[in-house]
């Protein structure tokens, strides 16, 4: 499964086809620009590090102005290196029309998954960087740097509005396959036999290769394979 599958567990960011994210202002909304905020010298060469590796995938875009603009949080990795992340309550947050959908209840979750005996967890790493932002929405997603504007081209953590996104559209994706819950970007797949549970896994991987989804985490996938059992306590 592994092999026929390779792509969705690759470690490049993928691209949700045929979705894209709209952000929706408040009819009294303003542009807010901030400056950037100074950072640590010896996280810069990190920073635009991160940034370098973001502009080559496409995901961000070099820009010479905006009306808008947000300064960044620099969060430092296990690995030594850093998370590039906007500060944006300070700014869009407060000015968007928030979407609202809504997020699967526990009970749900339950009911939905009660046939099951064993349980696959799939987990989908830096999900919002797949989906793309419409073209009117990508100036609000534009960041301020020590190195100047950048301007995201997919959705980024920290929007308030793309959780309730994210969560319509993996609904959407994973429609009509039984036997999987999915909350924002973590896939729960089971089945009331392990050849059904079999069935449904391979269903949902793919439909994630078919809508271009990848970075399914490897140690996940690699417990999947050995088969988590889990009680579901009612």
Known sequence: ??????????????????????????????????KARSVPFSMKPKIEKELDNLERQGIITKVNTSEWATPIVPVLKSTGDVRIC??????????????????PRVHDIFANLSQGQKFTKLDLRQAYLHLEVDDDS???????????????????????????????????ILQGIPGVQCILDDMIVTGDSDQSHHENLEKVLSRLSDYGLTKISVNSFRTMLHIVVMTLIK
């Open 1 to 34: 499964m592994m092999n026929r599958y390779e792509s969705v567990i690759s470690d490049g960011i993928g691209h949700a086809k045929g979705f894209s994210a709209k952000l929706t202002l408040k009819d009294d909304a303003t542009p807010k620009f901030m």
């Open 86 to 103: 906007g500060d944006f309550k300070v700014t869009v947050n407060q000015a968007l029309k928030v979407d609202k959908y809504p997020l």
């Open 138 to 172: 990508k100036e609000l997603l534009t960041i301020n740097t020590h190195r100047g504007l950048y301007r995201y081209n997919r959705s980024v953590y920290g929007i308030s509005s793309l959780p309730a996104i994210w969560q319509r559209t993996m609904d959407t």
